[in-house]
């Protein structure tokens, strides 16, 4: 990508919330058959995470509210604040080389550009000011990364590699006029539905899983 084109974002990852990490990172496993890495903390929300490899520049994150940590002075991200039920699939992250740009394309509340830090990687991230992103959560967290590090880079290849990601939303025409200016043909798959929801269809070394 180069700073100012017309497509700035490409998909960086997919996030499991769940009450609680040991039932969301066994759920992701049960789903896709495959084994997490370790995570770590974030401290300016008090959260914790495992991860899980998509490819180079992909991955996979299990997150919920770590019980250990005090409460940050703001709403947490992906709304984790009001999470409640199993652990599911309920956002993706798309990253940018220009954030503040990007927020300028972006819907209203796609949230504040917010410094984050856990070990060595540094990025910054726009956090809306409630935790919930627009669309049902169904707009793309958006995500700017210092340096050379990537999570992606740092995970173990366990074979696992990201086929199609498919949105479900009511007002799936409306939430594709932003995207398609923004990402382009590799944008997800936008569907009508009654109910918001994500879908990722997962090839994994015992076949294609589906994960929601």
Same mark, same amino acid.
């Given at each position: 990508?180069?700073?100012?084109?017309?497509?700035?974002?490409?998909?960086?990852?997919?996030?499991?919330c769940a009450?609680?990490?040991?039932?969301?990172?066994?759920?992701a496993?049960? /789903?896709l058959?495959?084994?997490?890495?370790?995570g770590?903390e974030h401290v300016?929300m008090?959260?914790h995470?495992?991860?899980?490899?998509?490819?180079?520049s992909?991955?996979? !994150?299990?997150?919920?509210i770590?019980?250990d940590?005090?409460?940050?002075?703001?709403?947490?991200?992906?709304?984790l604040? %009001?999470? /409640?039920?199993p652990?599911?699939?309920t956002?993706?992250?798309?990253?940018?080389?220009?954030?503040?740009?990007?927020?300028v394309?972006a819907?209203?509340?796609?949230?504040d550009?917010v410094?984050?830090? %856990?070990?060595?990687?540094?990025?910054?991230?726009?956090?809306?000011?409630?935790?919930?992103?627009p669309f049902?959560?169904?707009?793309p967290?958006?995500?700017?990364?210092?340096?050379?590090?990537?999570p992606?880079?740092q995970?173990? &290849?366990?074979? /696992?590699?990201l =086929?199609?990601?498919? =949105?479900?939303?009511?007002?799936? !025409?409306t939430l594709r006029?932003?995207?398609?200016?923004m990402m382009?043909? &590799? %944008?997800?798959?936008l569907?009508?539905?009654?109910q918001?929801?994500?879908e990722?269809l997962v090839?994994?070394?015992?076949? !294609?899983?589906l994960?929601s």
């Amino acid at each position: 990508m180069i700073l100012g084109d017309s497509n700035p974002l490409e998909l960086d990852h997919l996030a499991i919330c769940a009450a609680n990490l040991s039932d969301g990172v066994a759920y992701a496993e049960d /789903c896709l058959g495959v084994a997490l890495s370790p995570g770590g903390e974030h401290v300016q929300m008090g959260t914790h995470n495992q991860l899980l490899s998509l490819g180079p520049s992909t991955y996979l !994150e299990v997150i919920a509210i770590n019980p250990d940590a005090p409460p940050p002075a703001r709403a947490r991200w992906f709304e984790l604040d %009001r999470f /409640c039920g199993p652990p599911r699939l309920t956002n993706w992250v798309a990253r940018a080389d220009d954030l503040a740009a990007a927020i300028v394309k972006a819907p209203a509340g796609s949230g504040d550009i917010v410094a984050l830090k %856990r070990g060595d990687l540094r990025w910054q991230m726009a956090v809306p000011k409630n935790g919930r992103l627009p669309f049902n959560g169904l707009f793309p967290g958006l995500i700017s990364w210092g340096g050379p590090v990537h999570p992606a880079t740092q995970l173990k &290849d366990v074979g /696992c590699r990201l =086929l199609s990601l498919d =949105l479900y939303h009511p007002d799936a !025409e409306t939430l594709r006029g932003y995207l398609e200016p923004m990402m382009g043909a &590799d %944008r997800p798959n936008l569907r009508h539905s009654t109910q918001a929801r994500i879908e990722a269809l997962v090839s994994t070394p015992t076949g !294609e899983r589906l994960i929601s």
